[in-house]
């Protein structure tokens, strides 16, 4: 599926996405993917709901994503089941990874995972050979060269290991860049408030987490937007934000240690913060004009 919008773009520089998010988790998911739906680069050839860790919250997922299609107005055919948990052997949507990896296309793989790795161990597991066909853009870890604990990488370390080890073209975003991505609550009630039925959607689940009982790192008055810095270092090349460094391998605390081997990863250590925000609430507000369609 992709986004036509009132301006044309270059056919060599379309890509095709899937995009691996955690959508029932927390707050951001939902900015992060509506954003790279919309985005006229990307052909998204899936979204994956995966899980994060607790009981049945991959199907939890699968019903956000069907809230945010529904408001899109788009099929939801594009919505495809991940891994049930950490364990699992076999998924839909590392299916799914394997059949576009494997596809004679001229046009480049990126596989957008905003949470757990499972389903992109599982689709390495079910054919080694795609090894070097996709590259993984993964918003997880800590940041280097220690590491330490964060959410996406403590849901399925071992997983996070096996495609550490095995995958040739790694993108990492990690924590210390990731969470630089911050807004305040009245820039974002300001920027989207009855401006659409997208904005709203975003607006309502930002507040209704917001609400909820919190780590002392939330002020109460902001948001961080974590997961958008992976359609960002698509849609803008962060040239020179980033560093390649030696592939690691992940210890039971999260920490890190050396890999031997020639892998190496590209690590980012800073984002454009607002012009992906500014590219989020523009095609917000592009497609509330109806001035977006899909094909």
């Not at 055919?77 to 049930?84: Q, S």
């Not at 949507?93 to 599982?122: C, F, H, M, P, S």
């Not at 220690?146 to 095995?166: H, K, M, P, Q, T």
Request: glycine residues 6%.
């Amino acid at each position: 599926m992709k986004a036509q919008l009132p301006y044309p773009v270059p056919r060599e520089k379309e890509v095709r996405i899937i995009i691996l998010s955690d959508l029932a988790n927390e707050a951001d998911d939902h900015a992060a993917v509506i954003q790279m739906l919309l985005t006229p680069i990307f052909d998204v050839r899936g979204i994956v709901a995966v899980h994060f860790g607790e009981k049945d919250s991959m199907k939890k997922s699968l019903l956000e994503g069907e809230r945010i299609l529904s408001s899109l107005k788009v099929p939801k055919d594009i919505l495809i089941p991940g891994a049930e948990d950490k364990d699992s052997k076999a998924s839909p949507g590392a299916k799914l990874i394997v059949e576009e990896a494997l596809k004679e296309d001229d046009r480049k793989l990126y596989v957008l995972a905003l949470g757990a790795l499972t389903d992109v161990r599982i689709a390495l597991e079910l054919e080694s050979s795609i090894w070097d066909k996709f590259t993984l853009i993964w918003i997880g870890g800590e940041g280097y060269p220690n590491g330490g604990w964060e959410y996406n990488l403590s849901r399925d370390i071992l997983s996070a290991n096996i495609v550490f080890n095995s995958l040739k073209d790694i993108w990492q975003i990690p924590r210390p860049v990731y969470s630089s991505m911050g807004l305040t609550l009245s820039e974002l009630f300001l920027r989207l408030r009855g401006r659409g039925k997208l904005e709203d959607l975003i607006l309502n689940r930002i507040i209704a987490w917001n609400m909820l009982p919190a780590g002392a790192y939330r002020s109460g008055d902001a948001w961080t937007l974590g997961d958008s810095p992976a359609a960002g270092v698509l849609i803008y090349p962060h040239q020179y934000c980033y560093e390649i460094k030696s592939r690691v391998t992940i210890n039971d605390n999260c920490s890190y240690s050396p890999l031997a081997g020639d892998l190496k990863t590209r690590v980012y250590n800073k984002i454009y913060q607002r012009m992906i925000f500014e590219d989020l609430f523009s095609k917000l507000e592009l497609f509330s004009r109806g001035l977006i369609t899909f094909v």
